[in-house]
């Protein structure tokens, strides 16, 4: 059988360098052919997880990346490259306001989603530190609010290192 690493040196694809630095299973790789891509290579034992990733970007395109090509055979997919380091940096700016650390940020914020007024306090706290930080974390509340509607049996992990924005502006999870 062809270990994880000669399975990679057959995909089609040149990948040349890895991007994944926080993720503790997947390897992800630029997709040379187009920046706007990434190849994200499953190891046997998330096999399963290739279909996840797969039928929840087809069945919530409003939450998860676009995938364009799912290979069961090799455990790949090439999915839409996310601007993480924008999401990243916005949730320290949340984080620097609360002293809190990004994902207790993402924690809070799923609490706060539960109640329309919690939410409308949040949104009107940070407006009057600046409308621009409102403005985000009104975008950040909203989809929050659709992850936790659909994670009621909490099988997406919704941590800073698993979203990012795509090219048109949107908050979506990369990680199901
Ligand atoms: N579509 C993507 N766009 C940009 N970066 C990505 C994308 N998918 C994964 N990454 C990077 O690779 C890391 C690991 O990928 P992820 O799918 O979260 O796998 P893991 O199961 O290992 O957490 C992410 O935290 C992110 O930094
Ligand atoms: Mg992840």
Known sequence: MLSFKSLL???ETRRKVQ???????KIVY?????PDK??????????VSVK?????????????AKVYKVNFDKNYIIQQKLDTKKAKDE??????????????????????????????????????VNPELG?????????????TELNIDKL??????????DDKGNLRLLDI
């Not at 991007?19 to 299973?25: C, H, P, S």
């Not at 997406?156 to 924005?165: H, L, Q, T, V």
């Open 9 to 11: 040196e057959r995909i």
């Open 19 to 25: 991007i994944n630095t926080d993720g503790a299973f």
């Open 30 to 34: 630029d997709y040379e052919k187009n």
């Open 38 to 47: 990434i190849v994200k290579m499953f190891p046997q034992h998330l096999k």
């Open 52 to 64: 996840k990733e797969y039928q929840g970007a087809l069945k919530y395109p409003d939450l998860f």
């Open 91 to 128: 949730l320290s700016e949340f984080g620097d306001h609360y002293d809190m650390l990004r994902s207790e940020v993402l924690d809070y914020f799923e609490n706060v989603v539960r109640d329309p007024k919690e939410t409308k306090e949040v949104i009107d706290e940070f407006n009057k």
């Open 135 to 147: 403005k985000k974390v009104k975008k950040w509340l909203e989809f929050t609010k659709k992850v």
């Open 156 to 165: 997406i992990d919704y941590n800073p290192g698993n979203m990012g924005y």
